[in-house]
């Protein structure tokens, strides 16, 4: 009586956890790219696009596209895979379009001011973030389109799409971290919204890492 009592709580317990985790992942999602988009005040210079389009991309746009597959913290849970399918895809577009223009508006600043380009293991991760981002998108294409993935399972196309997109999360995720070790950054906020920030990024990219891995966990077991 014992062991099934506690083997019956021990998945209500981990839903609730993951529930309250999936929750406080959509609080920062808003909270941070509010907080990034005052701090940055964007309109008042070139640069100020940087950091509030990045942030808008990867904090905002990405995390809640790969939030919306969430078992226990979906805004759409109601609804069918097809038609989060469709709102994550679009997600993604966003995400993408911001990446481009947050590369685009500091490639200009940074060319305004006579500044050498991607100089910086943040300006370089950015970059190699942005091109991943493009690629996904593409490869994300077959997924939408089977016909163009001869050969290829759509159960094998989805399980290595959301493993490279777990990867590109990270390196959107290592991009932001390295974005608040700046001189803009570190020179805007005290020691305290520093630490803050720092662990808003970490614990959103812990957030999709469990949600992804619990995930495929679970359809190895199912397939076992």
Do not use: D
Not at 33 to 57: D, E, K, N, Y
Not at 69 to 83: M, Q
Not at 95 to 123: D, M, R
Not at 129 to 137: E, F
């Amino acid at each position: 009586m014992v062991y099934n009592k506690e083997t019956g709580s021990e998945p209500r317990i981990y839903g609730c956890t993951r529930t309250a985790s999936a929750l406080l992942s959509h609080c920062i999602c808003i909270g941070f790219t509010v907080f990034i988009a005052v701090l940055s005040r964007p309109g008042t210079s070139w640069f100020s696009w940087h950091p509030f389009f990045m942030t808008l991309a990867f904090s905002f746009f990405m995390t809640e596209a790969i939030l919306l597959f969430s078992p226990h913290g979906s805004p759409l849970k109601r609804f069918s895979h097809k038609t989060k399918g469709r709102v994550h895809g679009i997600l993604q577009g966003l995400c993408a379009s911001c990446a481009v223009l947050g590369l685009a508006a500091i490639y200009y600043n940074k060319h305004l001011n006579g500044k050498p380009h991607f100089t910086s293991w943040h300006g370089v991760l950015g970059l190699l973030t942005v091109s991943v981002v493009g690629l996904q998108s593409l490869a994300a294409v077959p997924l939408i389109y089977h016909s163009l993935a001869k050969g290829w399972s759509l159960a094998k196309l989805k399980r290595y799409h959301a493993a490279t997109g777990m990867v590109t999360y990270l390196l959107g995720s290592g991009s932001l971290l390295l974005g608040l070790s700046s001189a803009w950054f570190t020179g805007s906020v005290g020691e305290y919204t520093w630490y803050l920030s720092a662990l808003c990024s970490a614990l959103n990219a812990l957030v999709i890492m469990n949600q992804v891995s619990s995930a495929y966990t679970a359809k190895k077991r199912l397939q076992s």
